[in-house]
Nanobody
Framework: QVQLVESGGGLVQAGGSLRLSCAAS????????LAWYRQAPGKQRELAAL???????NYPDSVKGRFTISRDNAKNTVYLQMNSLKPEDTAVYYC??????????WGQGTLVTVSS
């Protein structure tokens, strides 16, 4: 059993910053990729940021240059630093962990609200 605990969401004004954290615990042999997804009201869930086991990152154009994903392998934790936030970044943010052997686990989600 693997559990994910997300934290760091909240209300922020446009132009502000937030840092999300997602810590994995339980029966973990190894973690492959880590990612953050987001789902805005009435929209499909979309990728916000991804980091591979080798540290390669990937961002959609909508957040490139503003969001930074990082990982602490010793703590089985992934972070998402979000700067220059916009109202359109408002969404529930979900952490996704891909384990070795292959299994994926999703967090419960943390709400980010950006006011204009």
């Amino acid at each position: 059993q693997v559990q994910l605990v997300e934290s760091g969401g909240g209300l922020v004004q446009a132009g502000g910053s937030l840092r999300l954290s997602c810590a994995a615990s339980g029966s973990i042999f190894s973690i492959d990729a880590l990612a953050w997804y987001r789902q805005a009201p009435g929209k499909q869930r979309e990728l916000a940021a991804l980091i591979t086991s080798g540290g390669v990152t990937n961002y959609p154009d909508s957040v490139k240059g503003r969001f930074t994903i990082s990982r602490d392998n010793a703590k089985n934790t992934v972070y998402l630093q979000m700067n220059s936030l916009k109202p359109e970044d408002t969404a529930v943010y979900y952490c996704r962990v891909v384990l070795v052997p292959y299994r994926e686990v999703w967090g419960q989600g943390t709400l980010v609200t950006v006011s204009s």
